[in-house]
């Protein structure tokens, strides 16, 4: 009788860990961190060799809001801080662990044709009106409550799910007071729009008090523009 034939497992090579790096951007409440982070560890086989990989550039751009407004933009790395606050001003971060290069303004054509599909993607900007209100009430002033119509065509016409009314009012009055009048003014908006058939679900209704005045006062100042609800509808 015939032996059997010996068998072996197949050699493995042993292969080295090797570690990509990745460069990750966040951009939350105006600030823009870059920071170097280490991938998941993976093996390669032994025969491939592991190429230095490079992060990408990281560029931020500040744009104006469609409203013309101008915010501001920090960008921090390990290295410093640049701060962009005027349009078109950008800053980019070359490679992992380099600061941030000084802003420069970049033309308006160079911003569509490097971040054109980025723009085009882009929500649509919030539209947003103010109603105004007599002294110590909940009723809209005449030319307040014919704007009514608008708001409720604006928020059908772009299917909102996300309709803020916050209530104000000047300072006139106690603190407590007028926060419970900023609110019942917000509550009294909210009303008016349900009865036109908007969905209670998409309003958040909030209220600042005396303590956001659209036109800064001091104590117990009648002031027109700072009785007023504001209705952002996105």
Do not use: W
């Amino acid at each position: 009788m015939r032996p059997a034939r010996e068998t072996r497992p197949p050699y493995v090579m042993p292969a080295p860990a090797g570690r990509a790096l990745l460069l990750m951007c966040l951009l939350l409440g105006g600030v823009v961190s870059c920071t170097a982070l280490p991938a998941r560890e993976t093996r390669l086989p032994s025969v491939m060799p592991v190429p230095a990989l490079a992060p990408p550039a990281a560029t931020v751009v500040l744009l104006q809001e469609p409203d013309g407004r101008i915010g501001q933009i920090d960008v921090h790395t390990e290295q410093g801080t640049q701060t962009l606050s005027a349009a078109g001003q950008a800053t980019t971060v070359a490679t992992a662990g380099a600061p941030a290069s000084a802003p420069v303004t970049l033309p308006d054509q160079e911003i569509a044709d490097t971040f054109g599909s980025a723009l085009v993607a882009l929500p649509s900007a919030p539209v947003r009106f103010t109603l105004y209100f007599h002294m110590d009430s909940v009723e809209l002033t005449p030319q307040s409550t014919l704007l009514i119509p608008q708001v409720i065509a604006v928020i059908r016409d772009r299917r909102s799910v996300d309709t803020s009314v916050v209530g104000h009012t000047d300072t006139v009055g106690p603190k407590a007071y007028n926060d419970s009048l900023s609110r019942r003014r917000a509550e009294a908006v909210g009303k008016l729009l349900e009865a036109e058939g908007v969905a209670p679900g998409i309003l958040e209704i909030a209220s600042r008090g005396e303590d956001n005045p659209a036109v800064p006062t001091g104590d117990n100042v009648a002031e027109p523009r700072n009785r007023r609800v504001e209705v952002t509808v996105r």
